[in-house]
């Protein structure tokens, strides 16, 4: 295995696991302000937005400062990492619900 896909797969699930953490707290705290009130859509899009704003800004920090990382590994090992989390919380949403 290469140093560029290493790297790659390093970063890739750096930043997937950070961006699924980040997501799933504010899924979390939404549900808990659902509780006391009703949140509309609206609400919700400037946080969503700017948990999305942080993603992209550190796909471009990686870019600028790792230019050797091999892309579609990150790309892979990115997807991988956010799937995961939300996998298992939509398996035990799923598993309440019956």
């Given at each position: ?14 930043i ?10 504010a ?59 939300f ?12």
């Open positions: 295995m290469t140093l560029s896909i290493l790297l790659g797969i390093v970063l890739g699930v750096t997937g696991g950070a961006f699924a953490w980040l997501q799933l707290l899924a979390r705290r939404n549900e808990m302000i659902e509780k006391q009130q009703p949140v509309g859509i609206l609400q919700q899009v400037p946080g969503s937005m700017g948990r999305v704003a942080l993603l992209l800004m550190a796909l471009v920090v990686v870019q600028v400062v790792f230019p050797t990382a091999n892309k579609w590994w990150l790309s892979g090992s990115l997807v991988i990492a956010y799937g995961i989390p996998f298992w919380r939509l398996k035990y949403k799923l598993s309440q619900a019956h």
